[in-house]
């Protein structure tokens, strides 16, 4: 079976989906458009190198919340095929072969959207409009710079997973840090030299800085509660007091020198940090 059989159209009263292992190559989203009662879409792990959309009017798609995509061989995505997709809230295109994005995404609802695990170096967000959403998932990609206009396109995002990519360091990762319900930001396993942010989001709880190359750290203003993962680096000097206080905890194993400290797990009186360089001197 290389395309979903037009037959999948008459049935009007299904509400759940899934055709998965099989060869599909091209999927016609327009079959399952008049399905009125489909919420839950699952196209995961096929073959599929096409998806075709035309001419989608208001009201199709009309319960449809849901769309898993992952695990095929796309390799091009036009974006505004689901802007019509109104009630649409998870959108996973993870595990593809994604290289080019076009088209705008404009939505009122989705709320996770996953494109880990593609091919992708460069996206460009400024057309985008989806102001509901809460996890953009963008890890083993080859991004070297951020989405651009993202801020400005996803304000109310909390989770940012960027992992494994090819970032570097730049003034744009200011931007993110603008956003005011950011809860976590995992920039882990990329291509960063130094991590110096002047000011990060109060809402940030988790900064993942892990596996990159970073040599300096500072983050001198935080709301109370940051939690920030900066093992595996290159810091060689660290002065505690260029993270602010209101840093709970950090984890710096296996780097030259390794300050690791928890505050809720502190004794009262205990002297707040103890740093400790590889070779196990102790540090005042």
């Known amino acids: 079976m290389k395309s979903v059989p037009a037959t999948i159209a008459h049935l009007v009263a299904l509400e759940m989906l899934e055709i998965s292992k099989s060869s599909i190559e091209t999927v016609n989203l327009n079959l399952f458009s008049k399905l009125t009662h489909l919420r839950h879409l699952n196209l995961c792990d096929n073959k599929i190198l096409f998806l075709h959309l035309f001419d989608a009017a208001e009201g199709n798609f009309a319960q449809l919340r849901d769309l898993f995509l992952s695990g095929n061989l796309l390799t091009t995505i036009d974006l505004s095929e689901f802007s019509n997709m109104k009630l649409l809230q998870t959108l996973d295109l993870q595990r593809n072969r994604i290289r080019r994005m076009q088209g705008a995404l404009v939505s009122n609802s ?33 991004l070297v710079t951020l989405p651009s206009c993202l801020p400005l396109t996803m304000p109310n995002v909390m989770y940012l997973i ?45 900064l993942g800085l892990q596996n990159n190359n970073i040599n300096v750290l500072s983050v001198p203003a935080a709301d109370y509660g940051l939690n920030i993962l900066a093992s595996f680096n290159s810091i060689d000097t660290f002065d ?45």
Not at 167 to 189: A, C, K, N
């Open 162 to 206: 960027f992992q494994r990519n090819a970032l570097t360091d730049g003034y744009s990762w200011y931007s993110l840090f603008t956003l005011e319900r950011l809860y976590q930001l995992d920039i882990s396993y990329n291509r960063l030299t130094k991590a110096v942010f002047d000011n990060v989001s109060l809402s940030l709880l988790i």
């Open 110 to 142: 989705l709320k996770f959207l996953d494109l880990s695990e593609n091919r992708i170096e460069t996206l460009n967000c400024c057309e985008w409009n989806i102001t509901s959403l809460n996890q953009f998932m963008l890890s083993s990609n080859e």
């Open 240 to 284: 505690i007091k260029s993270l602010s206080s209101n840093v709970t905890s950090l984890e710096m194993l296996s780097n030259p020198i390794d300050c690791t400290f928890d505050r809720a797990r502190m004794l009262i009186g205990q002297e707040p940090v103890c740093c400790i360089r590889n070779t196990s001197q102790i540090l005042n």
